[in-house]
């Protein structure tokens, strides 16, 4: 990607994360398919508001994400690259059986971490840069309703972030973060809301 990414067509993207999943916070998860813990209607009433109405929708195929697309728009287009990072052996296994030394490659070079039997945190970002280069195609404004992982690696290089920063982007349950992309590359305009 160009050391700073600008569109002569401006768009405004909404970077939705899902709502909580029905899943014990002590335990790793990442592309396993999990139900939500979260009224999904309420969650889309709180967010309807902060959304265009004229968007295109789009969202990870996982049903954390799924559902709260469809609540938020009758027409929403899944892309599967928008799925969260797999995390391999360590899906649904407890943090406390996982080596610390996986997380030290996490934390210092995210963009190398792999998990054992898991996908390449490097693969996943640029699947995700895919999804977002064709679904924005003819786009003035996108809701993309996903995941923590695949938010970060987003914003991430969309504002020029070295990967080792990317961690530093904590997407919350159910919050919308908004970045208006034209000439002059993306601006942040609200994160979290």
Known sequence: MNELFRLTDPLDLYLVRHPKPAVDPALCYGAVD???AEDVAACAARLAPLLPTDARVVSSPLTRARLLAEAVSPTVHLDS????????DWELKPFADIPA????????TLIDF?????ELYADMAARVWDAFEAQRAGASALVVVAHNGPMRALTGTLLGLPPSRWLNLEFEFGRVTHLAIGPLGPKLRSFNR
């Open 34 to 36: 999990l139900p939500v």
């Open 81 to 88: 690259r928008l799925r969260e990072l797999d995390f391999g």
């Open 101 to 108: 030394e996986g997380f030290e490659v996490w934390g210092s």
């Open 114 to 118: 792999r998990a054992p039997g898991g």
